[in-house]
């Protein structure tokens, strides 16, 4: 059975937790304190070099991890991963997107205010972040101008990465209020069968 | 035909224009002169809304964004990018990875060392960027003992993408002697037929 390296408050986490239920895939939560520093041991290490979670374990013992990585390989062949390949590239450019200009601000700032505190000598790294956060929830709230998901007429993969840290994004003090298309798609990704939410272990 | 927005000195840049040549695929090459602002104006983030070169314009001005995606578009079908699902999800784990623990600090340092100058305020950052920068390092040290690539006995798109700011680390001040793995990975890619130089118009 597939094993899930887990934590439960993390996005990238809920992103495979969500689309294994999504899919009514079975598969085995392995809660890794990352605050006590379980992901740092020498064998959690040997899963993932980077110490982080999530990691999937498949039957074999391969670990697969980055957590976009992982919704790919799960969603390959089934309709939360295009075949056609001109969509199948733009859902990776989301998901790159996701890694790159979302999660290091947005999920950077909401672990800051909801778990750790705003490192002293990181304020304003801490206002920059911020302020790239909101000009990332910008580039979606357009992008998403008659469109229901990120890529053609279905949700993908892009859309479940990007739900994951947008809508715990007021966790961090982001406002979604001026996102009313945001809102209105993180609505229709809730709404979705088999959808379950990030605090469901 | 393929049109490449592009800046010479970019890897990000870069892994298009060496995939496009390695495959003999011709392309227009567009110069965007991003220390000037041009990747900033209204028409350019009609391209790309977050104002960032690569952009890779298809045929019918279809364009897509984030230099890992465009890699995976024009490697599908082509040896480099592996047909095996989990092959192909191990190629994407350590583009993501690319992307979230190198490039922010590799590519990072060496901008501000070799364009633009270490902000004074950011001297931290920069310090804290150099550590992560030699941990990537590092990690991939780790991972190709005993392995001729990233993914499998081939060379893939996720060598490429590891390749771009790797081989251009000194610019950044990196030194390169205590990784004789990575060193020697550098050689086996350059060694491909086809291979041009970031330097290459």
Chains 1, 2 share one sequence.
Not at 129 to 134: D, F, H, Q, Y
Not at 135 to 158: I, N, Q
Request: aromatic share 10%.
């Amino acid at each position: 059975m597939l094993r899930l390296y887990d934590y439960l408050a993390s996005g990238n986490a809920y992103k495979a937790r969500l689309l294994m239920r999504l899919l009514d895939r079975p598969f085995e939560r392995i809660d890794v304190d990352i605050l006590e520093g379980e992901s740092r041991t020498e064998e959690f290490l040997r899963k993932n070099p980077e110490g982080r979670i999530p990691v999937l374990e498949l039957d074999d013992g391969t670990c697969l991890f980055e957590s976009n990585a992982i919704l790919c390989y799960l969603a390959e062949g089934t309709p939360w991963l295009p075949g056609d390949r001109l969509d199948r590239a733009r859902v990776l450019q989301w998901l790159f997107w996701e890694q790159y200009s979302h999660e290091p601000n947005i999920a950077t700032v909401r672990h800051w205010v909801k778990h750790v505190g705003v490192p002293e000598d990181k304020r304003a790294l801490f206002e920059q972040k911020r302020a790239l956060g909101v000009k990332a929830l910008s580039v979606m709230e357009r992008h998403l101008e008659g469109r229901p998901y990120f890529v053609g007429d279905r949700c993908t993969v892009a859309d479940l990465a990007l739900y994951a840290y947008t809508h715990v994004a007021d966790e961090g003090g982001f406002d979604l209020g001026p996102f009313p298309r945001i809102r209105a798609w993180l609505d229709r990704v809730a709404d979705r069968p088999g959808f379950t939410p990030i605090t469901q272990r």
